[in-house]
């Protein structure tokens, strides 16, 4: 029996958010709405979106000992997550600097600061956490060398997800662990480098197939998403929304996505029920006090 039904290991951000009417071009200054600050970070993200959603969540992370670092874990712990794996020190707290247009969409820089301190040693000294988790998730806003060392900790019959984000070239060994690796169009494109075929995502999909992951899930924003492994490649329809601000969908995907598959749905089922789960996340501001809880996403 499993302690966790998802363990994530990924970052923890502040997320300093900016509203403009648009976005500046070079050498340009655009005025914007007050600074607001908001726990984020995609593995902090993905962490709290599945406990909303009532799964059982550990969070593996590093943050600084400071107060965007308490009010990480202060977030966490009020969603339900298990911090015990949270590393505190060594540098300050991460952060991204958010700017959002009125459309909804956004801009992000982010500075790494502890994320980047959380090293494959701390994935060795928390081994005990990836024995009892059901799935483990991640994302590539800590160091390659962490994310590829967590593969090699999981439990025999765990199920690993990885979300490439920001994305980069991936290692075979990372990418035969993947089921799910989920990507969005840019994301595919950058792992896909020369070997692209075609502009259809069903194409993507199968050319990123043959590189070695077990299943391959893209996500197309208001057009769904498309799951493909051996046993074929479908679409799955999105669910139509006002969005009003994009910022953390993609993780609460991810989240849901990875929760779902641990209970035993197929990857299409689980797609299905992230979809959802992404698209009540877009209809309200923020990251983490967007993402729905289980009675929510049934009632949309």
Same mark, same amino acid.
């Given at each position: 029996?499993?302690?966790?039904?998802?363990?994530?290991?990924?970052s923890?951000n502040?997320?300093?958010?900016?509203?403009?009417?648009?976005?500046p071009?070079p &050498?340009?200054?655009?005025?914007?709405?007050?600074?607001?600050?908001?726990?984020?970070?995609?593995?902090?993200?993905? /962490?709290?979106?599945?406990?909303? @959603?009532?799964?059982?969540?550990?969070?593996?992370?590093?943050?600084?000992?400071?107060?965007h670092?308490?009010? @990480? @874990?202060?977030?966490?712990?009020?969603?339900g997550?298990?911090t015990?794996g #949270?590393?505190?020190?060594?540098?300050?707290?991460?952060?991204a600097?958010?700017? #959002?247009?009125?459309?909804?969409?956004?801009?992000?820089?982010?500075?790494?600061?502890?994320?980047g301190?959380?090293?494959?040693g701390?994935? !060795?000294? $928390? /081994?005990?956490?990836?024995?009892?988790?059901r799935?483990?998730?991640?994302? =590539?806003?800590?160091?390659?060398?962490?994310?590829?060392?967590?593969v !090699?900790?999981?439990?025999?019959d765990s199920?690993?997800?990885?979300?490439?984000?920001?994305?980069?070239?991936?290692?075979?060994?990372?990418l /035969?662990?993947?089921?799910?690796?989920?990507?969005?169009?840019?994301?595919? +494109?950058v792992?896909l480098?020369?070997?692209?075929? &075609?502009e259809?995502?069903?194409?993507?999909?199968?050319?990123?197939? /043959?590189? &070695?992951?077990?299943?391959?899930?893209?996500?197309?924003?208001?057009?769904?998403?498309?799951?493909? *492994?051996?046993?074929? #490649?479908?679409r799955?329809?999105?669910?139509?929304?006002?969005?009003?601000d994009?910022?953390?969908a993609?993780?609460?995907f991810? $989240?849901?996505?990875?929760?779902r598959?641990g209970?035993g749905? *197929? =990857?299409a089922e689980?797609?299905?029920?992230? *979809?959802?789960?992404?698209?009540?996340?877009?209809? +309200?501001?923020?990251?983490?006090?967007?993402?729905?809880?289980?009675a929510?996403?049934?009632?949309?």
């Open positions: 029996m499993y302690d966790y039904d998802l363990l994530v290991v990924g923890a502040a997320d300093l958010v900016i509203g403009v009417e648009r976005r071009g &050498g340009e200054t655009v005025l914007g709405t007050d600074l607001t600050v908001h726990p984020g970070g995609k593995g902090a993200n993905q /962490a709290v979106a599945a406990a909303r @959603l009532g799964a059982r969540t550990a969070l593996l992370a590093r943050v600084g000992d400071d107060a670092g308490r009010l @990480l @874990l202060d977030s966490q712990r009020a969603a997550v298990d015990v #949270v590393v505190v020190g060594g540098a300050p707290t991460g952060v600097l958010i700017t #959002v247009d009125p459309s909804g969409d956004n801009s992000i820089v982010v500075s790494p600061g502890a994320n301190r959380l090293t494959p701390d994935v !060795r000294a $928390a /081994a005990g956490l990836f024995q009892a988790s799935v483990v998730s991640t994302q =590539l806003e800590i160091p390659l060398e962490t994310v590829v060392e967590v !090699r900790h999981l439990a025999p199920r690993f997800v990885l979300n490439p984000s920001p994305p980069r070239p991936l290692p075979p060994e990372l /035969a662990a993947c089921d799910p690796l989920i990507v969005n169009e840019h994301e595919a +494109k792992i480098g020369d070997a692209r075929a &075609g259809r995502p069903e194409d993507w999909a199968r050319v990123l197939l /043959a590189k &070695g992951p077990r299943s391959v899930v893209v996500t197309l924003g208001a057009e769904g998403a498309l799951v493909a *492994s051996a046993e074929g #490649v479908a799955v329809p999105s669910v139509k929304v006002a969005a009003v994009t910022t953390g993609g993780d609460a991810t $989240a849901a996505l990875a929760y598959l209970a749905a *197929s =990857l689980a797609a299905a029920y992230a *979809s959802r789960v992404g698209a009540s996340a877009v209809t +309200k501001r923020g990251a983490q006090e967007s993402f729905p809880t289980a929510e996403v049934e009632a949309l």
